[in-house]
């Protein structure tokens, strides 16, 4: 059943928060990945509509989240915006040069295989839009404790050979956990991109059960993760 309510709690940078319902009922947690409509980033206090569903451990969650009412949009300086414009042109056309690759391919990308999301350059994540596909690989530079927060996630960042770094939030409640994992191991990677202030956050990197995403994972050492 459809639901409505506002978006008390964001964590941008980690992609997810809680939603408080209209009316009566405990506030529900509410992951980036659920939300339908991905021309925007969640605001707080976004009144949003959105069904109950269950993780891999019973727990609550949102599921199929809407925009109902937009946030006021903040004021851009012409020459700001004319300046940024090469910038976002080549993020549009690297989106619609992947997206392309994706279409070509029937959306997926065998892990096993030399592809291209193993070779993306560093570069490309400059001005890339949240919510894009993405693949690469890196040296682990450190090693985080999981988030324990609605999904469990193992966490760790790499760094390119750019020396660009990205957090990678692995969903452990769906794939399987990197056990010998350590500093200074190589990790390719394919998943969805959400940029934040540190680099971006690569998250997805593991089959979808309900089949709404395309298929990401993580490769260790020869062993595909998904």
């Given at each position: 059943?459809e639901q409505?309510?506002?978006?008390t709690?964001?964590?941008?940078?980690?992609?997810?928060?809680?939603?408080?319902?209209?009316?009566?009922?405990?506030?529900?947690?509410?992951h980036i990945?659920?939300?339908?409509?991905?021309?925007?980033?969640?605001?707080?206090?976004?009144?949003?509509?959105?069904?109950?569903?269950?993780?891999?451990q019973?727990?609550?969650?949102?599921?199929?989240?809407?925009?109902?009412?937009?946030?006021?949009?903040?004021?851009?300086?012409?020459?700001?915006f004319?300046?940024?414009?090469?910038?976002?042109?080549?993020?549009?056309?690297?989106?619609?040069?992947?997206?392309?690759?994706?279409?070509?391919?029937?959306?997926?990308?065998n892990?096993?295989?030399?592809?291209?999301?193993?070779?993306?350059?560093?570069?490309?994540?400059?001005?890339?839009?949240?919510?894009?596909?993405?693949?690469?690989?890196?040296?682990?530079?450190?090693?985080?404790?999981?988030?324990?927060?609605?999904?469990?996630?193992q966490?760790?960042?790499?760094?390119?050979?750019?020396?660009?770094?990205?957090?990678?939030?692995?969903?452990?409640?769906?794939?399987?956990?990197?056990?010998?994992?350590?500093?200074?191991?190589r990790?390719?990677?394919?998943?969805?991109?959400?940029?934040?202030?540190?680099?971006?956050?690569?998250?997805?990197?593991?089959?979808?059960p309900?089949?709404?995403h395309?298929?990401?994972?993580?490769?260790?050492?020869?062993?595909?993760?998904?």
């Amino acid at each position: 059943m459809e639901q409505q309510g506002r978006l008390t709690q964001w964590n941008d940078a980690r992609g997810f928060g809680f939603i408080t319902p209209l009316g009566r009922g405990p506030r529900v947690f509410v992951h980036i990945s659920q939300f339908q409509q991905t021309n925007r980033r969640p605001c707080l206090h976004d009144r949003l509509t959105y069904t109950i569903g269950r993780d891999g451990q019973g727990r609550s969650r949102a599921q199929q989240v809407r925009y109902q009412q937009k946030s006021q949009p903040k004021s851009v300086h012409s020459k700001s915006f004319l300046d940024a414009l090469p910038i976002r042109a080549a993020g549009f056309l690297l989106v619609g040069l992947v997206s392309l690759y994706f279409w070509w391919t029937n959306g997926s990308i065998n892990p096993t295989s030399n592809s291209i999301a193993e070779k993306v350059n560093a570069s490309a994540f400059q001005g890339q839009r949240s919510g894009a596909p993405m693949g690469g690989d890196g040296e682990v530079v450190r090693v985080l404790a999981d988030d324990n927060v609605g999904s469990r996630h193992q966490r760790f960042i790499l760094r390119l050979d750019s020396g660009q770094t990205l957090l990678i939030a692995h969903n452990i409640d769906i794939a399987p956990r990197i056990e010998t994992l350590k500093t200074g191991d190589r990790v390719a990677f394919y998943g969805q991109f959400e940029a934040n202030p540190e680099g971006g956050v690569i998250h997805w990197t593991h089959h979808d059960p309900e089949g709404h995403h395309g298929s990401g994972w993580l490769k260790h050492n020869g062993t595909v993760y998904q």
